[in-house]
């Protein structure tokens, strides 16, 4: 079974912080790619790239909006990747996706979850 789980979001003031999870069932993984991202979709705009993560976990990437606020990581042992939200703005608000591939170039073209909203308040 293919499947990709987020939980965590919920409503926050701007300026606290929330921890993001995507938990993968079964053989995801084997199935769809180690690499996992997140992204992100608010009301009236195109979804878009939020942070990435290699299988290893030795390399990341952040979209330059939430650089030095996000921090993407993995549980290998858990098959759970997180993404650690600080400094939270009402712009962030947005449903956030995780998404499982082989790679960050295709990561479009991977499995994905179903998404947890997550609302900043003013």
């Known amino acids: 079974q293919v499947q990709l789980v987020e939980s965590g979001g919920g409503l926050v003031q701007a300026g606290g912080s929330l921890r993001l999870s995507c938990a993968a069932s079964?053989?995801?993984?084997?199935?769809?790619?180690?690499?996992v991202g997140w992204f992100r979709q608010a009301p009236g705009k195109e979804r878009e790239f939020v942070s990435g993560?290699?299988?290893?976990?030795?390399?990341?990437r952040y979209a330059e909006s939430v650089e030095g606020r996000f921090t993407i990581s993995r549980d290998s042992a858990k098959n759970t990747v997180y993404l650690q939200i600080n400094s939270l703005k009402p712009e962030d608000t947005a449903v956030y996706y995780c998404?499982?591939?082989?790679?960050?170039?295709?990561?479009?073209?991977?499995?994905w979850g179903q998404g947890t909203q997550v609302t900043v308040s003013s």
């Open positions: 993560i290699t299988r290893s976990g030795k390399s990341t």
């Open positions: 079964g053989r995801t993984f084997d199935t769809c790619g180690y690499t």
């Open positions: 998404v499982a591939a082989p790679n960050i170039v295709v990561m479009t073209q991977g499995c």
